[in-house]
């Protein structure tokens, strides 16, 4: 596996273009970085022989046919986004459209990372690859080959009414990288959606950086809906200024392969970050999330619950970690994580963490792994529903407090229908 990322290196030194400053750094990381095994720490449930799998069959993809292809995909059964929206969508990397026909409002610019420029877009140099850690391996191959992505900034004190909805498409034996970057202006307020599905052997590497300036508010979504064969790693990285507030729901499915790391670093005082996350395992499905939030700056809070439901002999992995730092004084921060097993065979792996410099902060954190109440079960069975579904109604009030808690109401509409979906779907033994 490491020739694949040895291949990704030198890919990375062919690419010469506005960015090369900033893919030099990451390249120079990526020679020193070890591919990662059971002993390391982040990926110590997470194999990652699915990557192998998926690259080799992109490698052996006729790209010249791929390029003459009409590229006419489905959306694997999910329902249209009937939402109005500022809709982009990207199939493989690549737009489906000129971004440049986009009917924008006053005060938001969408650009394509391809199309952008060092002159009209200075200070994303100064901001790719800085608020995402250097440490994560996938976000520097992300940093040195991602030519396909969006670049969005929202001016100072610009109110966006309708969500920014960016579509990922990933399809059969295709190797993808893209990138989002994200600038929200001194009390600016926005809703960004990224939906990625696909189901077909795949491998696809997205990662997004947000910058939240003072008084500004992002409204953030992240449907991770891969599932089957497809491998998707990728992270959400968010920099929070003064009084600064993120509301930030995750739901992600699982497939051979689906790793997710969240950032969130409260950089100004009285920052105030909201995430809620729930994942639906089933088959022999791996979903991994790992998030780690910085408090630097005092006066700060985060309120973080992570729910999961796992079936067949999927596996889940959670790493929660909160960081009080020296400064960080004043500080609230709540991290739960509660799961679902439905299942003797399916698997949880879960650790939160707190790490705390500060000697006045109230925090607290904590997991949970139970099955399905065998009393509730039988009450609702006694009431003439039957087994698989009364699971599916017990599974899905489990979750459903999360949904409920998402600010759109039209959005979580919209999500329900696929939930109950994949509900039905899981394997319950």
């Known amino acids: 596996m490491k020739d694949w990322l040895g291949n990704a290196i030198a890919r990375g030194e062919l690419i010469d273009d506005w960015l090369s400053p900033k893919r030099q750094t990451s390249l120079a990381l990526l ?41 006419q995909y489905s959306v694997d059964g999910f329902p249209e986004f009937g939402m109005d929206s500022i809709r982009i969508k990207f199939i493989d990397g690549v737009p489906s459209e000129d971004l440049s026909l986009l009917d924008l409002p006053k005060g938001l610019s969408i650009i394509s990372l391809a199309a952008a420029s060092s002159d009209c877009n200075s200070w994303v140099k100064d901001a790719y690859a800085s608020i995402k850690p250097e440490r994560h391996l996938f976000g520097l191959v992300n940093d040195v080959l991602a030519e396909g992505g969006v670049i969005i900034d929202v001016e100072e004190g610009a109110v966006i009414e309708r969500p920014i909805y960016i579509e990922n498409v990933l399809s059969k034996n295709e190797e993808t990288h893209t990138r989002i970057l994200a600038r929200m202006g001194r009390g600016s307020k926005a809703t960004i959606v990224e939906h990625f599905h696909g189901n077909e052997q795949s491998l696809n590497t997205g990662f997004s950086e947000f910058a939240l300036a003072e008084n500004a508010e992002l409204e953030h979504y992240r449907f991770a809906l891969q599932y089957g064969e497809a491998v998707s790693i990728g992270g959400g990285h968010f920099q929070l200024a003064s009084n600064a507030i ?99 065979k399916a698997e949880i792996n879960t650790k939160p963490e707190l790490e705390i410099y500060a000697d006045d902060v109230r925090c607290s954190h904590g997991a949970t792994i139970a099955e399905i109440n065998k009393e509730s079960l039988f009450y609702l069975q006694s009431r003439g529903i039957s087994r698989a579904n009364a699971q599916v109604m017990l599974s899905f009030g489990f979750i459903n407090e999360l949904v409920d808690q998402m600010p759109n109401e039209l959005m979580a509409e919209w999500l329900r229908p696929q939930l109950r979906q994949r509900f039905a779907l899981m394997d319950v033994k």
């Open 31 to 71: 020679r020193d970085s070890k591919w990662p095994t059971r002993r390391t720490e982040a990926w110590k449930y997470t194999p990652v022989k699915a990557v192998e799998r998926a690259a080799l069959a992109a490698d052996a993809r006729d790209r010249d046919v791929v390029a003459k292809e009409s590229k």
């Open 246 to 344: 993120l509301n930030s729901t995750i739901v992600g499915f699982g497939s051979d392969l689906s790793r997710l790391d969240i950032d969130v670093s409260h950089v100004g005082e009285h920052a105030h970050a909201k995430l809620n996350a729930l994942y639906l395992l089933n088959g022999k499905e791996l979903f991994d999330l790992h998030s780690t939030i910085e408090h630097i700056a005092p006066n700060g809070t985060t309120v973080e619950n992570v729910r999961g439901i796992v079936a067949d002999r999927a596996r889940a992995v959670f790493n929660g970690r909160i960081h009080i730092h020296r400064d960080a004084q004043k500080t609230l921060a709540d991290l739960n994580n509660r799961n679902l097993l439905l299942s003797d």
